[in-house]
């Protein structure tokens, strides 16, 4: 990829087809596919985190499972250094000249990851029994509050797991397993 | 399932998340060029291969993605504790009021 050749029209096609059985069919669950969005890939060590903080104007999270949300921004902590910035792709293009510019200041590393994943909303009543046929962390209100984020698994494939409301959900994976992903949660609706 | 508590996340979280890495609290020699074939190989292969408690390395792959270490017994299969690496290997009386 070039790197001063950045346009803020990415547009792909995120290979997804969602049958209609996950897309509102019931009132139960829902499962959406969400548009095209700029990921950065965000490695900045905790005792440059505050500056970082500071000079982005970004809300970085500083606890593992801790997440903050500005206008259409999504962060999430993911590791000990590791955040998972998430915009819409207009804002994406001045989070990219952001973080180039603040690199040559601050100590941290930035990836562009917008095309690796494919992200889904899912809710409803049953969004956590959808999740738990394939998720095995304890998706409870008390265990898993509005706000936490985390990297798990869905049956054989990694998803990085938000929760955005009591009963909605963001789910992010790579791309290439969203078709297996689709499936798996065809079937659990199906076979319920 | 198995649960292990991820000391970096803190939370316990299933086995299926985690990978196993290997005998934990070994230290690459400084300089190798100074070593026998025997020493060379006694560091690449030997393992202690303990019946009881073990000291091992794993990673929370799936997760924050952080290499860790815990002591388990090899016999229960039993995690009794783990902590973040660089920390002291920790000894039998603190793992045995972790396991608490």
């Known amino acids: 990829m070039s790197s001063n050749q950045h346009s803020n029209e990415l547009t792909i096609d995120q290979g997804v087809v969602l049958a209609p059985v996950l897309t509102g069919a019931s009132h139960e669950v829902s499962v959406v596919l969400v548009p095209e969005r700029a990921r950065f890939s965000l490695r900045v060590k905790p005792s440059n985190l505050k500056a970082l903080s500071e000079a982005s104007e970004l809300d970085l999270p500083e606890k593992i499972g801790a997440s903050t949300l500005a206008s259409s921004t999504k962060i999430l902590c993911l590791g000990p250094d590791e955040r998972l910035v998430v915009s819409d792709v207009t804002s994406g293009g001045t989070l990219r000249r952001m973080f180039a510019e603040l690199s040559s200041q601050i100590s941290f590393s930035y990836a562009d990851i917008s095309h690796r994943n494919v992200a889904f909303e899912i809710s409803g009543a049953r969004a956590v029994k959808l999740l738990n046929t394939g998720c095995p962390l304890d998706l409870c209100l008390r265990a898993f509050p509005v706000g936490k984020c985390t990297r798990t698994v869905f049956e054989h494939a990694e998803i990085t797991l938000l929760r955005e409301g009591e009963y909605r959900f963001y789910v992010e994976l790579w791309r290439s397993f969203a078709p297996y992903f689709v499936r798996l949660l065809e079937k659990a609706v199906k076979s319920r | ?100």
Request: charged share 30%; net charge negative.
């Open chain 2, 1 to 100: 399932m198995i649960l292990i508590r991820c000391p970096y996340c803190d939370e316990q979280r299933p086995e299926v998340e985690f990978v196993y890495a290997g005998e934990a609290h070994i230290s690459r020699p400084q300089n190798p060029n100074l070593l026998s074939d025997d020493e060379w190989a006694e560091y690449l292969f030997i393992r202690k291969n303990a019946r009881g408690v073990h000291y091992e390395r794993w990673v929370h792959a799936h997760g924050c993605a952080r290499y860790f270490n815990a002591a388990r017994n090899t016999v229960t299969d039993k995690i009794l504790m783990t902590y973040k690496t660089g920390e002291p290997k920790p000894s039998v009386e603190e793992i045995a009021e972790a396991a608490k």
